[in-house]
């Protein structure tokens, strides 16, 4: 279940980036335009205008991706003190080929979830981490997020007892259940690191595995207000993808709990 869930889900996602639907909407309009059909030409001009208008002006997607980045507050030094540990989600490594290549380590635009484990666990000396990540790849080609996990560290000095790993984790969901099954923390409440974006779903799948957790959000991508005067196609194709994907998955993972 959990295999075929994973492979739908990497074979579905292209088709829900927003520059890939510009890309489908050109091959329309050529092929339109070849074959002279005028109705679906007007059509796939107007929706490339009017999604080239959404992406460029920022404020709609701020506002969407702000909404689920203050689900959760940054948690007090204080409401810290009674965890048991740190959960970082992975996501914050690149996979593949690049990294093997290079014999370097890649961080990508969520490294704050490593920058910001490596500050938690300075608060607590004995606190271990738990990194969840297994391969976002359908088929592995190159470093595993799992492999450049352990050399991050490694380099950083921590301690080898006090991390552990969970390395076959394809999806939130995996990561929740199977970081469970190794630590089975009982009712001892563990820090939660990920995205804030990605936070409300991760909080959710935590609980519905019966963890309980103190969301730790990082990675944020708007500010506490929004930027009206902001004209930007980068930073606006940027949040609209993070707002799909993560209401998409969100969908997707009621349903999944609803069949368990």
């Known amino acids: 279940m959990d295999t075929l869930v994973f492979v739908i889900s990497q074979l579905a996602k292209p088709f829900f980036r927003i520059e ?27 929706i490339a205008l009017a999604l080239a208008v959404l992406v460029t002006y920022t404020a709609p997607a701020q506002f969407l991706v702000s909404r689920l980045e203050n689900k959760y507050e940054q948690p007090t030094r204080s409401s810290l003190d009674t965890a048991g540990g740190v959960i970082v989600l992975g996501g914050a490594l690149v996979e593949g080929q690049v990294p093997f290549e ?3 380590i890649v961080i990508n635009e969520n490294g704050e979830r490593l920058t910001t484990a490596l500050q938690v666990l300075k608060q607590n000396q004995k606190w ?6 297994g391969s976002g790849q359908l088929l592995v ?12 560290f490694q380099q950083q000095k921590i301690d080898s007892n006090r991390l552990i790993f969970e390395s076959i984790s394809r999806s939130t969901y995996e990561n929740a259940n199977r970081s469970f099954k190794l630590i089975n923390p009982k009712k001892t ?10 936070m409300k779903r991760a909080v959710r799948t935590f609980k519905e595995a019966g963890w309980s957790v103190i969301p730790y959000p990082v990675d944020f991508q708007t500010g506490t207000s929004i930027n009206y005067k902001q004209f930007s196609p980068g930073k606006g194709i940027q949040l609209w993808n993070r707002w799909i994907h993560e209401n998409v998955a969100s969908i997707l993972y009621e ?3 609803q069949l368990d």
Do not use: C, M
């Open 20 to 46: 890939n639907l510009f890309v489908i909407i050109i091959f329309t309009t050529f092929f339109s335009l070849i074959r002279k059909w005028q109705k679906t030409l007007v059509i796939s001009i107007r």
């Open 102 to 104: 290079r014999k370097q």
């Open 128 to 133: 271990k981490l738990l990194y969840s990540t």
């Open 141 to 152: 080609n190159g470093v595993s997020e799992f492999d450049a996990a352990k050399q991050f």
């Open 189 to 198: 409440p563990w820090i939660l690191i990920t995205s804030a974006t990605h």
């Open 255 to 257: 349903v999944r709990f």
